[in-house]
């Protein structure tokens, strides 16, 4: 299968390798960062790719945009992870529009586009015979979507409860494990490419909160926004705080939570026993799912990282490719 990739940050990077490195059969065809980019029908060497970019600060020709690939180049399925923007999802919703348009499918680790207009891409993805897919927005390496797609499909999905930024659990983790402040801890894992490009979004609980939109968008099928949940992040934390919860043998964790029943759509700071199943450590998530046959299922895995999150994105594309064998 024939793909095309457009963002070459810790995501980008991590799936360019995984496709050099793993015989998964997909080809690449165009590639493009934010400066640059390369076109080339019979395949492109993603590691000569990412050697140029890390010698030149490009990844190819400077005349060459994102645009121009998506429109030009040959290729079966669009791969976007361009940065998130949480309040215009752009310019990412454009491509995934083009894309669609040119009826190619598309896997995108990017929650601006499906925070804001999933319905309005998921309708296009239809109207063109083609598949939106977006593991990676959610959760990192954790498989959410494939979950509720196959695993639970035929159970109700009564409510979630999710440890769901990787950042945000990192500093906590590290502030109550090692004492260190909020400014240690976020620079820590700024350096680990871990938070997003503006690290407000992960420490004021935003992120959180579009995974959460997206999750129960998905789910339930509404159309909930970032402004509906009710948000608090971890800025305002204090280590004092993280030892008082220490002496009640607690910690703190950002709990994202949505319970359709209780209209209860919230992102927090919350205080709970250490041995709770959500109480996990360092970039790890966690999720539960309250349904109806199963009963409560939690799934535990790395939620941010440049190989975790190309997982998702790799797991998607190829079941692109089993779904839709015609892929060449
Ligand atoms: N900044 C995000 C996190 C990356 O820390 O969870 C994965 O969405």
Redesign the pocket.
Known sequence: MRVALIGLGAVGRGVAEMIAKKDLGLTITGIADSKSGCMDCNGIDPQRVLAQKKQTGACGDRSITAEDIIRDAEYDALIEVTPTNALSGEPATGYIRAALSRQKHVVTSN?GPIALAYKELRTLAQENGVTLRYEATVA?AIPVMHTLEHGLCGNEILGIHGV?????NYILTRMAAEGLTYEQALMEAREMG???ADPTY?VKGI?AAIKLVILTNTIWGNSVKLSDVDLTGIDLLTPDALRLAEDEDCTIRLIAEAIPEKHLLRVSPRIIEKNHPLVVEG?LNALTLETDMAKEITLIGK??GSIE?ASAIIGDLLYIRDRYGKCT
Request: hydrophobic share 20%; glycine share 18%.
């Open positions: 929650k990192g769901l930024n990787g950042t945000c871990y938070a997003e992960d992120d970039t939620g941010a999150t």
